[in-house]
């Protein structure tokens, strides 16, 4: 089994590589126009069929394969939106960039590029990417935009084997893990404070200038992006390395469709909406999943359907706390539990159920791991995480 990843950098800018990269674009660009007319997008066909009308552009061989291949891939994939019945615009591409899995060499520190006639260009690679490329990796392929330099990687792992499931439940202002020994809560609120100033920030614009403006608020928002990233790095390293320590596979919940929750015209307010639709869910899944199959362990998804209303040592369904809407009261077993946690061991226990014991009844999926009993309840907050260490 192969994990694949991408190490990214920045370089100095290099006036070949600028026309290389705008040539490259018009002939994604070209492709897709062809495709469009004659309705093609798979690379075979469109290779054999339409390879010599790339014939004007000066470039080496190679990476008119690969502007072939972008072209298929964004004609495809708006080929199945239209069939999911999403409205789209035909594919264009409006920024230079320029990908290649042919031809491209890593000699030490230096990645050399082809530019025809046996010439290269050089671009000089940071310690960071060296050092990841020492580990046995294999590239693959590199991607190059104005600003960055992707190189993609790839390495066989070995799967492991589970022995126990961490169950992750993901909310509005926590990430909740349960393992067999401890539940673990990182606070998130800082996440919300970020959108909501950087929300504040940008509607206080008060020049009249759309250049300006639009420079403004890109700035705004990959700042905004790039602070939301980092913190929830911090966390997916640390679930996923706990998974690595206890050789557990990783459970999360099937969210997909929850944006439908929070459409205009649900009779929810515009604040309550912003921020449930703000909520980047998606991302922490994103990070934690490369991350685990970089390390071999599996992710799955169960259905997070009644797993904040069982209680899961009987499991019978819990009551709302009067006083504390976030506290769950069992009146089968007399106890008041966190509605955070409850929700991870029942996925946990699911996960565990479904995926590793799978004899079980799909309804005895809550009665679970009696190991689950009592939860040592651990509240992190995430901003506080150091990278690399154990908490
Ligand atoms: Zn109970």
Redesign the pocket.
């Known amino acids: 089994m192969y994990a694949v990843k991408s190490i990214r950098q920045t370089y100095p800018q290099n006036q070949d590589l600028d026309q290389m990269m705008e040539i490259f674009r018009q002939m994604v660009n070209q492709c897709i126009r062809i495709g469009l007319e004659n309705n093609i997008s798979t690379l075979q066909k469109f290779s054999s069929m339409f390879y010599h009308e790339l014939s004007r552009y000066k470039i080496q061989s190679y990476y008119k394969f690969t502007a072939m291949s972008q072209a298929c891939g964004r004609l495809s994939q708006m080929k199945s939106d239209i069939r999911k019945g999403r409205r789209v615009k035909p594919p264009f591409v409006s920024r230079p960039f320029l990908v290649s899995c042919h031809g491209f060499k890593i000699n030490g520190i230096l990645l050399s590029i082809p530019i025809g006639n046996k010439r290269y260009i050089n671009i000089v690679l940071n310690d960071h990417v060296i050092s990841e490329l020492s580990k046995g990796v294999e590239p693959r392929s590199f991607a190059i935009t104005p600003t960055s330099l992707s190189i993609s990687v790839r390495k066989q792992v070995q799967g492991i084997t589970p022995e126990s499931v961490i169950g992750i439940d993901r909310n509005l202002r926590n990430v909740t893990i349960s393992t067999p020994t401890e539940s673990v809560m990182y606070k998130t609120n800082k996440l919300l404070s970020i959108k909501e100033n950087s929300m504040r920030v940008r509607a206080a614009f008060r020049r009249n200038d759309v250049r300006v403006k639009n420079k403004f608020f890109t700035q705004r928002r990959n700042r905004q992006s790039r602070r939301t990233q980092q913190f929830l790095h911090k966390i997916s390293k640390d679930i996923v390395q706990r998974a690595v320590m206890t050789k557990s596979m990783i459970v999360l919940e099937d969210l997909t469709g929850i944006r439908k929750l929070y459409k205009k015209g649900n009779g929810q307010g515009n604040k309550y909406r912003r921020r449930l639709n703000s909520w980047s869910f998606y991302e922490l899944q994103r990070q934690i999943q490369y991350k685990a199959s970089w390390e071999g362990i599996p992710v799955e998804f169960v259905d997070p359907k009644r797993t904040s209303q069982l209680?899961p040592?009987?499991?019978?369904k819990?009551q709302e706390d009067r006083f504390n809407r976030r506290k769950l009261w069992?009146s089968?077993?007399k106890?008041s539990m966190d509605r955070d946690v409850v929700a991870s061991m029942n996925i946990s226990c699911k996960g565990w159920s479904r995926f590793c014991h799978p004899r079980g009844l799909s309804d005895e999926a809550v009665k679970g791991n009696p190991d689950n009993l009592q939860p040592v309840i651990l509240r992190v907050d995430g901003s506080k995480l150091v990278c690399g260490r154990d908490i």
């Open positions: 209680c040592i009987c499991g019978g819990c069992c089968n077993c106890k």
